[in-house]
Nanobody, 123 residues
Framework: QVQLVESGGGLVQAGGSLRLSCVAS????????VGWFRQAPGKEREFVAA????????YYADSVKGRFTISRDNAYNTAYLQMDSLKPEDTAIYYC????????????????WGQGTQVTVSS
């Protein structure tokens, strides 16, 4: 069974950058699609970005397009979310999830999640 651990969150000023990591253990990582989602207090978990396990295709929410970059390094069983030009509205707990091969924007489509990492952007 795959386990996921996120790291890299923290407190940053608006306009700053953070890089989140999602490390997988337990099974072969390369065949899974990886999604990054976020959840702010009182809100539902929302899609941020995803990368396919089939051809490496990447998808982004409109709200982060051009500011965030998702990537993966299968040799290290790790996915990344580079976040630039951060805004206060990006403040949330960020989670990575995996599903079989193809990406999806619905959180319910992902079957394994990490514990999350807090990102706080001050104005």
């Amino acid at each position: 069974q795959v386990q996921l651990v996120e790291s890299g969150g923290g407190l940053v000023q608006a306009g700053g950058s953070l890089r989140l990591s999602c490390v997988a253990s337990g099974q072969i990582f390369s065949s899974y699609a990886v999604g990054w989602f976020r959840q702010a207090p009182g809100k539902e978990r929302e899609f941020v970005a995803a990368v396919s396990g089939s051809d490496g295709s990447k998808y982004y929410a409109d709200s982060v397009k051009g500011r965030f970059t998702i990537s993966r390094d299968n040799a290290y069983n790790t996915a990344y979310l580079q976040m630039d030009s951060l805004k206060p509205e990006d403040t949330a707990i960020y989670y990575c999830g995996i599903r079989s091969l193809y990406t999806a924007v619905q959180a319910a489509s992902y079957h394994t999640w990490g514990q999350g990492t807090q990102v706080t952007v001050s104005s």
